[in-house]
C-alpha cells in the first residue's frame, strides 16, 4: 500500500479532527509531530507525536485517543521531508 505524503502541518490537523471526534476528546487544543526513522514502532512512518495539548480535556482519553489516532494514521501518511 502507497502511503500518502502530507505535510506536518496536515498530519496535525488530521490528527486532531480524529482525535477531537472521540469520547471526552472535543477540547484537545493541540497535537504535534516531529521526524523519526521509520521503523516497527512507527509502522514504518517517518513521523510521530511529539507533544499533546489536551486543553480542557481528560489527559487519559486524549492520550488514548492520540495513540489510537497515530497509530493508524501511521499506516497511511507519511510527512514530506522537514527542511
Known amino acids: ?3 500518502l505524503l502530507r505535510t506536518a502541518e496536515e ?4 490528527l486532531l ?3 477531537r471526534g472521540q469520547r471526552h476528546c ?3 487544543e493541540a497535537i504535534r509531530i516531529r521526524p523519526c526513522q521509520p521503523c516497527d514502532d512507527t509502522n514504518g512512518a517517518n513521523w510521530k507525536v511529539a507533544t499533546v495539548d489536551p486543553g480542557q480535556a ?3 482519553f486524549a492520550g488514548a485517543a492520540v495513540m489510537t489516532a497515530m497509530d493508524r494514521l501511521q499506516r ?3 510527512a514530506i ?3
Open 76 to 78: 497511511e501518511v507519511s
Open 11 to 14: 498530519i496535525e490537523a488530521l
Open 81 to 83: 521531508p522537514w527542511e
Open 58 to 60: 481528560s489527559r487519559e
Open 26 to 28: 472535543d477540547k484537545v
Open 17 to 19: 479532527q480524529d482525535v
Open 1 to 3: 500500500m502507497t502511503r
